[in-house]
């Protein structure tokens, strides 16, 4: 089945969540034919290009859906790509084309207990999934960001421990969040792992947790969402090269 052509969205609101995440509020006519109930899917954002050059395309996760309209969340950095300059710049009333959306990467609920991981990128998705576990859930979320100022409210069951890690510095082999995770207390029971983020950490982690943990393919969710020094098309060719190597426990989005 082909897959439908882009809508174009309105830009109707810009927020600045935290100095290093922007939130952008889409909506318009085009909504209408929007699936219900969209949020944590992801999305695809089409940013024109200067001159002859084919449009961009950028993958984003929905952080909120409301009848006629989502929120998307944009990482922030120093030096900006062109989505989160894009992100920067927006006003109401531009437009955008948004393909998809594509489907959902929640928790497996039929779990002991819940581990959560990721950067900043994987923080919408993270968001998403500790909101909609059971109230009774009990477990950890391990989330990496850039400063003490980007730590934000998040709804979650009572009994998982929210574990913020500031890291300002780039991690170029990956072993941050892995050393954050190692330190935990290994609950009993079978837990269910979700983590995202950087392509070399996403590797570590996904050693760590099948072959230390043994966590079974069911409760293994796995995905790198950005690799540090290439852009997302060249991100494309390593991680589909990486999962012909390696039985893959992510979708490629």
């Not at 935290?18 to 969209?38: C, K, N, V, W, Y």
């Not at 949020?39 to 200067?50: H, N, R």
């Not at 449009?55 to 944009?74: G, K, Q, S």
């Not at 690799?227 to 060249?234: A, H, P, V």
């Amino acid at each position: 089945m082909a897959r439908p052509e882009p809508r174009e969205l309105e830009v109707l609101n810009t927020q600045v969540i935290t100095p290093h995440m922007r939130r952008i509020t889409l909506g318009g006519e085009a909504m209408t034919s929007f699936p219900a109930d969209q949020a944590s899917a992801y999305i695809k954002l089409v940013f024109p290009s200067e001159g002859d050059d084919r449009p961009l395309m950028r993958t984003y996760t929905v952080r909120h859906h409301r009848e006629a309209e989502i929120d998307v969340d944009f990482v922030i950095h120093e030096e900006a790509g062109p989505a989160s300059q894009w992100a920067v710049e927006t006003q109401p009333g531009d437009r955008i084309l948004v393909g998809g959306p594509g489907p959902k990467k929640l928790s497996n609920e039929d779990a002991d207990w819940f581990l959560l991981v990721g950067d900043m990128t994987a923080l919408p998705a993270i968001s998403v999934n500790l909101a909609q576990l059971p109230q009774d859930a009990r477990g950890y979320a391990v989330i990496e960001v850039l400063d003490q100022t980007d730590i934000q409210d998040l709804e979650k069951p009572d009994n998982l421990e929210l574990i913020w890690f500031v890291n300002p510095q780039p991690d170029p082999e990956g072993q941050a969040l892995l050393k954050r995770v190692t330190q935990l207390d290994w609950l009993a029971g079978q837990a269910d792992v979700w983590a995202a983020c950087e392509f070399q950490s996403m590797r570590n982690l996904r050693a760590y947790f099948k072959q230390e943990r043994q966590t079974p393919k069911n409760h293994l969710y796995v995905s790198s969402y950005w690799k540090m020094g290439i852009s997302e098309d060249q991100h494309k060719v390593v991680k589909r090269q990486d999962a012909e190597r390696e039985p893959p426990v992510d979708d490629p989005q």
